[in-house]
């Protein structure tokens, strides 16, 4: 997400949270009718081509549905089961499989990336060297800022061909041989590069790539047939400027380079993104028998700096919510997504829209409040 929009994000996320117009109670109509009648006025309002929504709630209810074309000046609709990029919600499903490695001692939240990475010690900068899995996963790792790209190191990334593993080892040097921005610890600094070289680290300790970690870990374990990484097959991004969309066919070149995919490069169906949403639903609620331990998940939602800043996740309170929230927002700036997550109405709430921009943030965050409307 770029620097503009996500800070656009923070000042105005929740705002539509429980405004939207009355749309008949649950009862007088289907849910899924409910549902498909909030997008469609939504995706209208808003102008978006194509708008996504998922309530779900932590008994096992799920109700999804899309709404749109496939690209601006189509006509073919898209369904329900269509993937949406997530963009920077992927760092929550990065932090979740990593917290998978801990646990089963691979990898530790205290490992620094000199341990990880012995055979570059000469490369890496004094100052990075004592830097920790949780500092990157947490922000807090001396990275800069880097939510406008990198004018070095961005067009290099366009030009790797070798495998992901070797394209990210690659990353962590030219990342970690500058100084750091700040001492590691001292501060949170939003740095996509962070889960960049949270993942290469784990794709270091146990020699597999991070697509196939992730798949292993949490997306065949969860039953997430849809996922795939970078841009969605079928369903066009596009880019707002001057009141339009403008479609861009799915292709390597729709997403951000391949190399930076754990901070931010999953698709899925809503379907599929709820079945993690659930997960950490649970979690938050302390339950037992699920894919990490209730330690592990307080370890995720935990924010012992009170920077608003967990593991992967945004930690607010919200009235509607009835207390403390996490939600995350994600955007290639060709797509946008958003998730909210209330423990205390044991209720998560999704939207995505194929475009970028700050109109595809209202139209999200418009849809997740008549999605609290309707279902809480």
Request: with cysteine; glycine share 10%.
């Amino acid at each position: 997400m770029n620097r503009r929009l996500f800070l656009f994000w923070l000042a105005n996320m929740g705002l539509g949270a429980g405004q939207g117009a009355k749309l008949g109670k649950v009862g007088e109509k289907k849910p899924d009718r409910l549902l498909r009648d909030a997008l469609t006025a939504t995706r209208q309002k808003h102008g978006v081509p194509a708008l996504a929504g998922a309530f779900a709630s932590g008994d096992g209810t799920v109700i999804y549905d899309a709404v749109g074309v496939y690209r601006v000046g189509g006509k073919e609709s898209v369904s329900r089961d269509d993937a949406f990029h997530l963009g920077s919600c992927t760092k929550a499903m990065t932090a979740t499989m990593l917290a998978r490695l801990v646990e089963r001692k691979v990898l530790a939240w205290e490992t620094t990336v000199a341990e990880a990475f012995p055979d570059l010690q000469d490369r890496l900068h004094p100052k990075f060297r004592q830097a920790t899995l949780y500092h990157f996963l947490a922000h807090r790792s001396g990275l800069p800022d880097d939510r406008k790209p990198d004018a070095v190191i961005f067009p290099r990334l366009r030009r790797l061909t070798e495998p992901m593993r070797e394209q990210r080892r690659r990353v962590v040097g030219w990342l970690l041989s500058r100084p750091p921005a700040y001492p590691p610890g001292e501060k949170m600094v939003y740095a996509n590069a962070g889960y960049v070289v949270a993942a290469a680290m784990a794709e270091a300790v146990t020699g597999r790539s991070w697509e196939e970690l992730m798949s292993a870990e949490l997306f065949k374990p969860l039953g997430m047939e849809s996922v795939g990484f970078g841009a969605p097959p079928k369903v066009y991004g596009h880019y707002h400027s001057w009141r339009q969309c403008r479609p861009i066919a799915p292709s390597p070149e729709a997403d951000n380079p391949p190399a930076l995919a754990p901070a931010g490069g999953v698709h899925c169906s809503l379907n599929d993104w709820a079945r993690f949403a659930l997960l950490h639903l649970k979690g938050a609620r302390g339950e037992q028998g699920l894919l990490l331990k209730p330690e592990t998940f307080r370890k995720l939602h935990d924010d012992p700096f009170q920077q608003g800043y967990a593991l992967g996740w945004l930690v607010v309170k919200r009235s509607w919510a009835k207390g403390v929230a996490f939600t995350h927002a994600g955007s290639n700036t060709l797509w946008f997504a958003v998730i909210w997550l209330a423990p205390n109405r044991n209720a998560a709430f999704l939207a995505a829209a194929n475009c970028g921009g700050e109109h595809a943030f209202r139209a999200c965050d418009d849809a997740i409040g008549r999605m609290i409307e309707l279902f809480l």
